[in-house]
């Protein structure tokens, strides 16, 4: 049913009230932030978003493009803005005239009632193999950066790019975390650009496509913050739960090898699906409820704790994504990372009480850092309905890029756990 048929404004009153109750507690703290996609087309109103972001306790929000409606929507919440400059810019965003054109008009007008404080140019680009791209990126970068200089907004709103996991060459152990050889040349200019401007580096990572690649040897346990035995870095001798800090921490190990170890590195998308194809090994909702519920309490039971390699970082994690968007093409997993349904209903119970999560009750937060689907997709192999032209496309689909990096892990620590696993699968 679309929703503007679905919701008055009393039912949507209801909607959220109902969200409350099944996320009760779920407070989120400063360092989690959630991706707001809107490649669908039964999505709520930004109006409608607004209560239902503060339900869950959102205080920032990263919006692929920068829809007036949205940031209108937002202002005067505290709620903190990372806003996109989609892949289609590259090209034009060159010429400092145009950014600052585009600066004006989209980001200006809007400030400081809406509390935007980041802007990333590009998505995922240089795992796109496209060589035009890829040139245009640094020096659209350096424009927009510029232009924000010019107009006085560089000291409260950064510039940056987010990146695949699929530029690390080397994973495992993470000390040894290595970023592609062809892709060195590029990265390196960009890395200083990050220096210079104090900007973070931004990643995409999704563990859960590690586990897709090789369900039988992965360790669910170890992928979705479950109690596990771990892994311990022979090289650092840094013991590793899970999987997403092993990530984080080989690419720091990259970032050091470039000479670039300072950086903060945040997690602009992680999530996982909570329905997929059948080759889609996990996307289920007991699975989307651990990980996402899983890491939310992680994160809010240590808000000072990094990781293994930088326990003094914090933690800058935007989880993906709010709704599940219904026009993204791809497969069936690609619509269904939404925490809600386009009806404002949760699209699973987190399972999260008020001794979970560490609430914050300020309207306000400190200063900050693609998948995907509708509510029921009648048949997932057929064509998805046309893009809509409100949202950038340059985070159409996840899949292309995350699936081919593969997080090797040594067999002595799989094996047991497929093990584990498969005795379990035969109890039950």
Known sequence: MEFARFCSSSCWMVVILISGFVFAGFEMVAAVGINYGQIGNNLPSPDEVVPLIKSIGGTKVKLYDADPRVLRAFANTGVEFMIGLGNEYMAKMQDPKQAQAWIKSNVQPYLPDTKITCIFVGNEILTFNDTSLTDNLLPAMQSVHTALVNLGLDKQISVTTTHSLAILETSYPPSAGAFRSDLTSCLTPILNFHAKTGSPFLINAYPYFAYKANPKQVSLDFVLFQPNQGIV????????????????DAVYSALASLGYG??????????????????????????AKKYNGNLIKLIAHNQKKGTPMKPNNDLNIYVFALFNEN??????SERNYGLFNPDGTPAYSLGLSGSDIATNTSSSSSSSSSPTGSTTITNPSSDPPPLPTTSSTGYMSISSAQESYHLFWPASFLLPWALKLFLIFIEL
């Open 327 to 332: 026009m993204k093409p791809g497969p069936t």
């Open 262 to 287: 300072k950086l903060p590195v945040h997690i602009s998308e992680t999530g996982w699906p909570s329905k997929g194809d059948q080759d889609e090994a996990g996307a289920t909702p007991e699975n």
């Open 233 to 248: 870095d022979p090289s650092s001798n840094l013991h590793y739960d899970n999987m997403l800090f092993a990530q984080i």
